[in-house]
């Protein structure tokens, strides 16, 4: 059975960090680029940020680059964020997911095959 599990959520005050976790399971983890995207109430889904399997690529969007890192660990299937500076537009349900052909369009969610259940990130002001 395949799963993405997301950890690490929770409350923050703004200027806090926290580090998510995506733990995979039931896929060959080593050849899929991870993505992670988030989704603000009343607002669509969009993309964070992705690490690619071949080389750990790193891609962010502009609203979180140089606060957020992405990281991987082909040894336990897991994907982290690191997020630094944390801001409350920043507030939102956290996915993470996996792309088995990369080609570097990492911010469109029709890229991934798998996804996870979600968490969320909230940020105080």
């Known amino acids: 059975e395949v799963q993405l599990v997301e950890s690490g959520g929770g409350l923050v005050q703004a200027g806090g960090s926290l580090t998510l976790s995506c733990a995979a399971s039931?896929?060959?983890?080593?050849?899929?680029?991870i993505g992670w995207f988030r989704q603000a109430p009343g607002k669509e889904r969009e993309g964070v940020s992705c690490?690619?399997?071949?080389?750990?690529?790193?891609y962010y969007s502009d609203s979180v680059k140089g606060r957020f890192t992405i990281s991987r660990d082909d040894a336990t299937n897991t994907v982290y964020l690191q997020m630094n500076s944390l801001k409350p537009e920043d507030t939102a349900v956290y996915y993470c997911?996996?792309?088995?052909?990369?080609?570097?369009?990492?911010?469109?969610?029709?890229?991934?095959?798998?996804w996870g259940q979600g968490l969320q990130v909230t940020v105080s002001s």
């Open positions: 997911a996996a792309d088995p052909y990369f080609d570097g369009i990492w911010w469109d969610e029709s890229e991934y095959d798998y």
């Open positions: 039931g896929f060959r983890f080593d050849v899929y680029a």
């Open positions: 690490i690619s399997d071949t080389d750990d690529t790193t």
